[in-house]
């Protein structure tokens, strides 16, 4: 035990170290696992603030970045309403996946996955603007877009009907056509 004016200021133990008050430090190496139980305000977690809105917020004047990968194996984000270690009320979006029953699944794909039996929904906009655009590539022109008025263009970004196709578009199957069929 090390006191200083009559104050118990650090103890060792058969447990480890405890420092009582304040550690001022300029470099820790650490191994293992790292614990830290001092709350501030809340128990929000802020990375470049000391007033996250959220449970974990990460904020920056630049570009700010949450990464998640693994060495040799997927990367995976989960979200859902699981309890346990299982898939069934939870999602993921996952990286690099080579497990079996997935077959476009692997080393270099990108997976979003709904593991229950909802929906999984793409919102275009809170608001009435915005587009939905797949590229392929950056820099690249728009291979389909749909608009935030439901109109679906493949191959224009631009369609001015509920389905426009710029090229060949080939039907296996019946084709039915209501109204006045033009051709």
Request: charged residues 10%; proline residues 2%.
């Amino acid at each position: 035990t090390l006191y200083y004016n009559g104050v118990n200021r650090f103890r060792t133990s058969g447990a480890g170290v405890t420092v009582y008050n304040q550690l001022d430090t300029t470099n820790i190496v650490a191994s293992g696992i790292i614990t830290a139980t001092t709350e501030l305000n809340s128990p929000l977690v802020g990375v470049g603030t000391d007033d996250p809105a959220t449970d974990i917020q990460v904020r920056k004047a630049g570009a700010a970045q949450i990464r998640v990968s693994s060495d040799t194996d997927a990367a995976i984000v989960s979200v859902g309403r699981e309890t346990g270690a299982g898939n069934g009320n939870n999602a993921a979006f996952r990286y690099g996946n080579n497990s079996t029953g997935f077959p476009y699944s692997n080393s270099d794909s990108l997976d979003i996955i709904n593991y229950d039996n909802g929906n999984v929904n793409f919102y275009l906009s809170a608001t009435t603007q915005g587009g939905y655009y797949w590229h392929k590539g950056s820099n690249s022109s728009r291979l389909m877009t749909l608009t935030n008025t439901g109109r679906l263009g493949i191959g224009l970004t631009n369609p001015s009907e509920a389905l426009s196709v710029v090229g060949i578009a080939t039907v296996t199957g019946n084709l039915l056509v209501g109204g006045n069929g033009s051709f």
